[in-house]
């Protein structure tokens, strides 16, 4: 009796010295996340989709890229928006405005991989027929609401999409979103909203 009291103790200590451990380490599986401040794909993209013509949710489907969720997280957690610019509806993030903002995203979105910056105007201009994928990225105005963004990125997808003929074409989006902390506090939106947008275009002509 007395040795099985004995390493029943032991067995009780070994498991709680696991359960510990346990919560140790689930205490930290978060930390680090480089999408903490992101809506994913599933969430932001398809609630911009869910706005769109039937027609363009025909032709879209839903881009799975983790880059962009990275680079718009990096960007949110190590950039800061100047003061000056937020009452600014949207403005696109380049090496000529937002240097910071701009150095920090390709961090995960290369020029070297990614056509960046093609769509200037929010209007999907730049996106073309080959074989590459465009992304852009956007500061958007603490003022305006996720609705109000999700309804503009909506109408500019449906006037993108109502004018392509090459249905040879595959077209995959993303849309993923974040808040950046503006430069002070003299203005009374203290952040911004930063937003990713990829278009992934395969045309199949030339798998020909």
Same mark, same amino acid.
Request: overall charge negative.
């Given at each position: 009796?007395?040795?099985?009291?004995?390493?029943?103790?032991?067995?009780?200590?070994?498991?709680?010295?696991?359960?510990?451990?346990?919560?140790?380490?689930?205490?930290?599986?978060?930390?680090?996340?480089?999408?903490?401040?992101?809506?994913?794909?599933?969430?932001?993209?398809?609630?911009?989709?869910?706005? $769109? &013509?039937? #027609?363009?949710? /025909?032709?879209?489907?839903?881009? !799975?890229?983790?880059?962009?969720? %990275? *680079?718009?997280?990096?960007?949110?957690?190590?950039?800061?928006?100047?003061?000056?610019?937020?009452?600014?509806?949207?403005?696109?993030?380049?090496?000529?405005?937002?240097?910071?903002?701009?150095?920090?995203?390709?961090?995960?979105?290369? $020029? &070297?991989? #990614?056509?960046? /910056?093609?769509?200037?105007?929010? !209007?999907?201009?730049?996106?073309? %027929? *080959?074989?590459?994928?465009?992304?852009?990225?956007?500061?958007?105005?603490?003022?305006?609401?996720?609705?109000?963004?999700?309804?503009?990125?909506?109408?500019?997808?449906?006037?993108?999409?109502?004018?392509?003929?090459?249905?040879?074409?595959?077209?995959?989006?993303?849309?993923?979103?974040?808040?950046?902390?503006?430069?002070?506090?003299?203005?009374?939106?203290?952040?911004?909203?930063?937003?990713?947008?990829?278009?992934?275009?395969?045309?199949?002509?030339?798998?020909?």
């Amino acid at each position: 009796m007395k040795l099985k009291k004995i390493a029943s103790l032991a067995l009780a200590g070994i498991m709680a010295v696991s359960m510990l451990a346990g919560c140790k380490d689930g205490g930290n599986s978060n930390s680090g996340s480089s999408s903490e401040n992101t809506n994913t794909a599933s969430n932001f993209t398809q609630t911009v989709l869910a706005k $769109t &013509s039937e #027609y363009a949710r /025909s032709i879209l489907t839903v881009n !799975d890229d983790e880059n962009l969720d %990275k *680079a718009v997280a990096y960007v949110c957690d190590n950039s800061i928006v100047n003061s000056y610019q937020v009452g600014m509806t949207v403005e696109i993030v380049n090496n000529g405005t937002y240097n910071e903002l701009y150095a920090n995203a390709v961090k995960y979105l290369p $020029t &070297s991989d #990614y056509t960046w /910056s093609t769509m200037n105007s929010w !209007d999907f201009s730049g996106v073309t %027929k *080959a074989n590459e994928t465009f992304v852009g990225m956007y500061v958007v105005g603490g003022k305006m609401t996720d609705e109000w963004i999700a309804n503009e990125l909506a109408t500019k997808i449906d006037g993108w999409v109502k004018n392509m003929t090459d249905e040879e074409c595959k077209y995959s989006i993303k849309i993923v979103k974040g808040t950046c902390q503006n430069d002070d506090d003299v203005s009374e939106y203290k952040t911004s909203t930063i937003v990713g947008v990829l278009v992934d275009v395969d045309n199949t002509t030339d798998n020909h």
